[in-house]
């Protein structure tokens, strides 16, 4: 691992859990990566368990007082962040496999496996 | 080596705040250095002046600050995350207009750019979940 | 604890902390052990929140009983660490 350099960009891996409307995590989670896409931060997000909920399409939280997750989102390529990995299984878990409100890249747990072994760093959410 | 903490749970409502206080002693305790400690989602509750727990419980915000006058460590916490939960420094209070303040001066109140930093600058970054 | 086992590589470590440290019991630990023979990892639990929880002396044998010194060191001797929770 290159943790010495100061100039070199840290591969950042994001591990994302949770809901999107339970609690605030999901939106901190999402408010994060926004502030690290503006200091150019290399940013990948993981979408596993719950957290691939965030991604269902057509979600109106206006109806319990919520902003809209999946708008934060879609900000995220704006500002240079476009790798979403999904876990396959979670997404089968719950019978979701389409109409997703991101372009994203559909990962086993082998390949799971191998986001983390690169990364540098890892946050869970 | 270089470490930074990021917290996500509010004192006494999980043990996510025990537990990473137990480690920041253990981390001193072994001769590493903290970057940063950055409070987020409920964990900015630490940083309340106003916490009274029982005299025979830990008083975990005192712990930090303890932490702090002893090693000056920089205790950052989230400003969004903390206004929101009614968490606020002096002048948070005065530019909101509320009639009192109870973040500890211990504390900074900041933004995620210094969670940005502490990632870039540490050669460890320990997440302890809500 | 199943997504945690399956993503792991070889030569991870899995550390129990705080109510995790219920899968050290010998009945939990079984539950999962098709996941656990899969991945070549060493298994830890730290040890104050085994004592706090009354098990310590059950936990399993398989797994290495750590205070918070070895939390560090475990932190330190891998090059990133990742929280389940």
């Given at each position: 691992?290159?943790?010495?350099?100061?100039?070199?960009?840290?591969?950042?891996?994001?591990?994302?859990?949770?809901?999107?409307?339970?609690?605030?995590?999901?939106?901190?989670?999402?408010?994060?990566?926004?502030?690290?896409?503006?200091?150019?931060?290399?940013?990948?997000?993981?979408?596993?368990?719950?957290?691939?909920?965030?991604?269902?399409?057509?979600?109106?939280?206006?109806?319990?007082?919520?902003?809209?997750?999946?708008?934060?989102?879609?900000?995220?390529?704006?500002?240079?962040?476009?790798?979403?990995?999904?876990?396959?299984?979670?997404?089968?878990?719950?019978?979701?496999?389409?109409?997703?409100?991101?372009?994203?890249?559909?990962?086993?747990?082998?390949?799971?496996?191998?986001?983390?072994?690169?990364?540098?760093?890892?946050?869970?959410? | 080596?270089?470490?930074?903490?990021?917290?996500?749970?509010?004192?006494?409502?999980?043990?996510?705040?025990?537990?990473?206080?137990?480690?920041?002693?253990?981390?001193?305790?072994?001769?590493?250095?903290?970057?940063?400690?950055?409070?987020?989602?409920?964990?900015?509750?630490?940083?309340?002046?106003?916490?009274?727990?029982?005299?025979?419980?830990?008083?975990?915000?005192?712990?930090?600050?303890?932490?702090?006058?002893?090693?000056?460590?920089?205790?950052?916490?989230?400003?969004?995350?903390?206004?929101?939960?009614?968490?606020?420094?002096?002048?948070?209070?005065?530019?909101?207009?509320?009639?009192?303040?109870?973040?500890?001066?211990?504390?900074?109140?900041?933004?995620?750019?210094?969670?940005?930093?502490?990632?870039?600058?540490?050669?460890?970054?320990?997440?302890?979940?809500? | 604890?199943?997504?945690?086992?399956?993503?792991?590589?070889?030569?991870?470590?899995?550390?129990?902390?705080?109510?995790?440290v219920?899968?050290?019991l010998?009945?939990?630990?079984?539950?999962?052990?098709?996941?656990?023979?899969?991945?070549?990892?060493?298994?830890?639990?730290?040890?104050?929140d085994l004592v706090a929880r009354g098990i310590h002396k059950q936990?399993?044998?398989?797994?290495?009983?750590?205070?918070?010194?070895?939390?560090?060191?475990?932190?330190?001797?891998?090059?990133?660490?990742?929280?389940?929770?």
């Open positions: 691992m290159n943790s010495n350099s100061t100039k070199a960009r840290k591969k950042i891996l994001i591990i994302l859990t949770q809901s999107p409307y339970s609690g605030s995590l999901s939106r901190e989670a999402i408010d994060y990566c926004l502030a690290a896409a503006a200091f150019e931060q290399d940013l990948e997000l993981l979408f596993t368990g719950d957290a691939v909920l965030q991604l269902i399409k057509n979600q109106e939280p206006s109806a319990i007082d919520q902003k809209n997750l999946t708008k934060t989102l879609s900000a995220l390529p704006i500002y240079g962040i476009d790798k979403f990995y999904v876990d396959s299984n979670s997404l089968a878990q719950y019978g979701i496999n389409d109409n997703l409100c991101l372009p994203t890249i559909k990962v086993d747990e082998s390949e799971i496996s191998e986001l983390i072994a690169n990364a540098d760093t890892i946050l869970n959410f | 080596m270089n470490y930074s903490l990021v917290i996500l749970g509010a004192p006494y409502s999980t043990q996510s705040a025990t537990t990473a206080l137990n480690f920041t002693k253990a981390l001193l305790k072994n001769g590493h250095q903290i970057y940063r400690i950055f409070f987020y989602h409920d964990a900015v509750h630490n940083g309340s002046e106003l916490s009274t727990p029982p005299q025979d419980e830990l008083n975990i915000p005192a712990e930090w600050q303890k932490l702090k006058k002893d090693h000056s460590i920089d205790l950052v916490i989230c400003i969004a995350a903390a206004v929101k939960r009614g968490i606020l420094d002096t002048n948070e209070a005065r530019r909101h207009e509320k009639s009192s303040s109870n973040l500890s001066d211990c504390f900074e109140l900041s933004g995620l750019g210094q969670l940005v930093d502490a990632t870039e600058h540490s050669d460890r970054v320990i997440t302890f979940g809500p | 604890m199943d997504r945690c086992l399956k993503f792991s590589s070889k030569d991870d470590s899995l550390l129990l902390i705080e109510d995790g219920y899968f050290a010998p009945s939990t630990l079984s539950k999962i052990k098709q996941s656990l023979d899969t991945v070549n990892i060493t298994l830890y639990a730290l040890e104050e936990a399993d044998e398989s797994i290495q009983v750590v205070s918070y010194d070895g939390f560090v060191e475990l932190t330190a001797t891998h090059n990133k660490s990742s929280s389940w929770y």
